[in-house]
């Protein structure tokens, strides 16, 4: 049974730094590893997909990467901004249409 | 394009009732998912559907149920409501044209509390 972890649970951070979210899974048998983004009540945003093959996916000043291997993927955000804030949260993909996710990385950007 | 629409936004129910929860997906989709999401917690995976088949279930009891129409859209019915039952209801569409590796896209969610 795929098991999704996800460290810290919360991160509060100044305006322009650099910050990584983790996400680590214990089943490396996975077609693709998902970032999203969940504003407070709203639904979930896709930022990234990453696919089996691949090492990592860049969209703006986000970079994410996998490593099957060990089992985890990490999400880089550069010069962070408020409106960064928010929960991410990532997600593994096996041999089907479901989604195992964690339980998200709180993140806070201060001005 | 419209993107994956939820209705209805909120819903307030007793325990015991019953409730419908509905989901469109964007044009072209023809793969719907329904996921929980429990306060704190990450979404959990409750079904999904393909060309109106059931492909997937996830670990819920039989009070839940779900179908998908023939334009794509699909319900998720749950019986006898209990109050574990509260929680964010988020469904997601993707096209699955390439197996496993598309995008899932998900709507807004509806919020069910049960008092």
């Known amino acids: 049974k795929q098991e999704v972890t996800q460290i810290p649970a919360a991160l509060s951070v100044p305006e322009g730094e650099n910050l990584v979210l983790n996400c680590s899974f214990t089943?490396?048998?996975?077609?693709?590893l998902q970032w999203f983004r969940q504003d407070p009540g709203k639904g979930l945003t896709s930022l990234l997909l990453i696919q089996s093959s691949q090492r990592e996916q860049t969209s703006g000043r986000l970079n994410a990467s996998l490593d099957k291997s060990s089992g985890r993927s990490t999400l880089y955000i550069a010069a962070s901004q408020p409106g960064d804030s928010a929960t991410y949260l990532c997600a593994s993909q096996g041999g089907s249409e479901k989604l195992v996710f964690g339980k998200g990385t709180k993140l806070t950007v201060n001005p | 394009d419209a993107g994956v629409t939820q209705s209805p936004t909120h819903l307030i129910k007793t325990r015991g009732q019953q409730v419908t929860l509905r989901c469109s997906p964007i044009?072209?989709?023809?793969?719907v998912s329904w996921y929980q999401q429990v306060l704190g917690q990450g979404p959990q995976f409750i079904f999904q559907y393909y060309e109106k088949e059931e492909r997937g279930r996830g670990n819920f009891p039989d009070r839940f149920s779900a179908r998908q129409f023939p334009n794509y859209s699909s319900e998720l019915n749950v019986n006898a409501l209990l109050l574990g039952d509260s929680a964010l209801y988020l469904c997601?569409?993707?096209?699955?044209?390439?197996?496993?590796?598309?995008?899932?896209?998900f709507g807004p969610g509806t919020r069910l509390t049960v008092l």
């Open positions: 089943d490396s048998a996975i077609y693709n």
């Open positions: 997601a569409s993707s096209s699955w044209t390439s197996g496993f590796t598309d995008t899932q896209y």
């Open positions: 044009s072209g989709h023809k793969s």
